[in-house]
């Protein structure tokens, strides 16, 4: 597959991608746990079909000491006994703030309620942060069909 533009030759879109990363840097630091992060990342990025951004993150992921158990069982996580409760809250999160136009009122109460039973204001505030951030790049990504399977580790660090 060949990418539609190379987008981060753009001017345009350079400046956009350098604005997206400084606003993960903010929820970075939050204290919302990088392994949460990640695997929030990786969720939404299944849930949209975006091999660019799961190549991205399931390499940093384990680059960062993440296991292969929990990085193949992220799509599985109802069932998978391998994620905390808070991971699974934010990961029921992820999926409801990822599929929002599929329920009529946006994310349910109950799953909001299971998330806050784990996470602080500011943390939950990072988290939808985060949702909002990973969903924009997978559409850039999936709109300009931006190839997946070379990403190394640490290549976008000129990025941020």
């Not at 630091?29 to 990025?45: F, Y």
């Not at 808070?86 to 999160?93: K, N, P, S």
Request: with cysteine; glycine share 8%; net charge negative.
């Amino acid at each position: 597959m060949n990418a539609r533009l190379d987008a981060l030759a753009s001017p345009v879109t350079g400046k956009l991608v350098k604005h997206l990363v400084a606003a993960g840097k903010v929820v970075e630091a939050t204290g919302l746990p990088v392994a949460t992060q990640e695997l929030v990342k990786i969720r939404a990025s299944q849930i949209n079909g975006c091999g660019g951004c799961l190549d991205m993150h399931t390499k940093e992921a384990a680059a960062a000491g993440e296991t292969s158990l929990r990085l193949h069982l992220v799509a599985a996580w109802r069932e998978a006994t391998v994620f905390t409760d808070a991971e699974r809250a934010a990961l029921e999160l992820t999926e409801q703030g990822t599929r929002i136009a599929d329920a009529a009122g946006g994310v349910p109460d109950d799953v909001w309620a299971r998330a806050a039973e784990h996470y602080d204001e500011e943390q939950l505030l990072a988290l939808v942060s985060l949702i909002a951030l990973i969903n924009t790049f997978n559409r850039l990504n999936v709109i300009l069909q931006q190839p997946a399977g070379g990403y190394r580790v640490g290549q976008l660090a000129h990025a941020k």
